[in-house]
């Protein structure tokens, strides 16, 4: 059974043994047997990549930890997790106002319907001895005064038409995380700006009919939890209303070809699950781990204690944490794949694009992959290039040994890539360059969908380990500039024209 976890802001997960990874099914060898993943021996030292949900994605309860005069530096910041409820009437704000899911080529969406059964945070079991005291669980309404969002629980919607391996629910989990109103600044420098993370998960009710208490356990025990049906996508309509403001204008993911609409205080967001890889990276001494992670694990994490000095520590990463891409820069050539997963995900980005000159409030650009980390800041613009780049990573090879090949999505609204750009982006034509980490450039397949309001890039086929993509529109109405000039050949004088005239054989350019 799945552990039910509460986090502790800016805290390092640090521990010494790891239950099996899900999906695995790698063959046995020093580090992985019947699929799962042993711990650090005495004097190695383990970086995992997504051997879990990224991040928090999944927490199914609201909670809020209030300001206290005692003196804990173990104790977390000020700051509540609200799990944003089903809308049940129209003036209900901040909650899922829909979920819907269709087959992959269909035209219409079919929209799900609440589930008989539902969570229900009275019967939620925490232990006390094993998570912080101060984490006060439960639900309140949306209070627009204050900026706090509307705190419920995961929400389950039913689509008979659809169903997954295990049965026809799924559960829809929007997490807001914020400080609270008055304790922003210890919450995050970026006065106001909050996480917004959204999942779908394929769920059972075999629990609850059963007599069990289902708030930890959504299938029967032992199988995956995320069993997708295949050839199906999903969508999700979120009622934002006054937190528009605070969630950014950029977010990642892990969907396939997504579509995003962000406009009346609503967020619309579709796509199919995506499969990635898990990973992890072994480093079989001190001396090792000094000379790969100690200095990243020091700028990302300064007032924590240096792991390289333990005898032996495990560091959990994902991919939805800004560290994790740095640590597989540091040990790329030692990373292995041991697993897959399999997604509906989406998160706001870690800034709030303040630089932007280009910024949308009215707009939700959204960049997703199914390589194993993907960087979690918006993608870069090069004005002098005029392209957008992004980073993501991967194994080279996945864990059958055969080769890992990736996919990219990047969806902008018109607006944005018109302001960019500096041109119409209607009639645009696209490029793409991929380049891996020595510089050799990659072959993929790509594509440019293109709506009233939204331009979306899609692009497939191409190679790991640790590739930056470089996106870039051009203009196909613009006129190409044409010169003249006169070429002659005894008497004969002939014009010339075009972007690079030149004399026809025999002409000598008259000056």
């Known amino acids: 059974m799945k552990s039910f976890k509460a986090p502790k802001l800016f805290a390092i997960l640090l521990v010494f043994s790891i239950a099996g990874a899900s999906g695995a ?53 000020p700051h509540y997790q609200a799990i944003l409820p089903a809308c049940l009437k129209p003036s209900d704000q901040t909650c899922i106002e829909s979920v819907e899911s269709r087959k992959v080529g269909e035209g219409t969406w079919t929209k799900g319907t609440l589930s008989t059964y539902q969570l229900d945070v009275k019967k939620l079991q925490i232990s006390q001895s094993r998570f912080p005291r101060e984490f006060e669980y439960g639900t309140w309404p949306a209070d627009k005064l204050s900026q706090m969002a509307a705190g419920g629980v995961a929400s389950s919607w039913d ?8 049965g026809v629910s799924y559960l829809a989990i929007v997490q807001f995380k914020s400080s609270l109103i008055n304790e922003r600044i210890a919450f995050n420098p970026e006065l106001g700006f909050s996480e917004l993370n959204g999942m779908i998960q394929p769920w059972s009710w075999k629990c609850a009919e059963m007599g069990f208490n289902c708030d930890s356990l959504g299938v029967e025990l032992g199988a995956s939890i995320f069993s997708f049906p295949q050839d199906s996508e999903f969508r999700m309509t979120i009622r934002t209303d006054f937190l528009s403001s605070r969630i950014g204008t950029w977010a990642v993911g892990r969907l396939e070809k997504p579509t ?6 609503k967020l619309t967001i579709s796509g199919r699950p995506v499969v990635y890889p898990m990973g992890f990276s072994m480093l079989e001494s001190q001396e090792e781990c000094l000379t790969k992670i100690s200095s990243v694990m020091s700028k990302f994490f300064p007032r924590a204690p240096e792991i390289c000095t333990l005898g032996s520590s495990m560091f959990f990463t994902n991919s939805n944490d800004e560290v994790a891409l740095a640590l ?7 990373v292995i794949q041991n697993g897959e997963l399999e997604r509906w995900t989406f998160s706001n980005a870690k800034n709030s694009n303040k630089l932007d000159s280009c910024a949308d409030p009215k707009s939700f650009s959204f960049a997703t992959s199914n390589a194993m980390l993907y960087s979690v800041n918006p ?13 993501i990573a991967s194994t080279h090879l996945d864990r059958n040994g055969n080769v890992n090949k990736g996919s990219y999505s990047l969806a902008i609204s018109k607006k944005k890539a018109d302001c960019l750009w500096n041109f119409d982006t209607t009639r645009a034509s696209a490029t793409i360059s991929i380049t891996n980490s020595e510089g050799t450039r990659n072959i993929a397949v790509s594509s440019l969908r293109t709506s009233k309001d939204w331009i979306y890039f899609d692009a497939s086929g191409f190679t790991f380990s640790a590739p930056e993509i470089k996106i870039k529109l051009i203009n196909k109405a613009a006129k190409v500039a044409t010169k003249s000039i006169t070429c002659k050949k005894g008497n004969k004088s002939k ?8 004399c026809p054989a025999g002409f000598k350019l008259k000056k």
């Not at 597989?328 to 030692?334: I, K, L, Q, R, Y």
């Open 328 to 334: 597989f820069d540091a040990t790329e050539e030692s």
């Open 260 to 265: 995003v609409d962000f406009k009346a205080e």
């Open 25 to 77: 099914t790698a063959e046995d060898s020093k580090n992985v047997l019947n699929g799962k993943l042993l711990p650090p021996k005495k004097g190695q030292f383990q970086i995992t990549f997504n051997q879990s949900a990224d991040g928090f994605f999944g927490e199914r309860y609201s909670y809020r930890v209030r300001p206290s005069e005692d003196v804990d530096p173990t104790r977390s910041l």
């Open 495 to 502: 014009k010339v024209s075009g972007s690079n005239p030149k």
């Open 379 to 391: 993608p870069v613009w090069d004005k002098q290039t005029s392209t957008l780049s992004y980073r």
């Open 159 to 166: 689509f008979p038409a659809n169903p997954h391996r295990d």
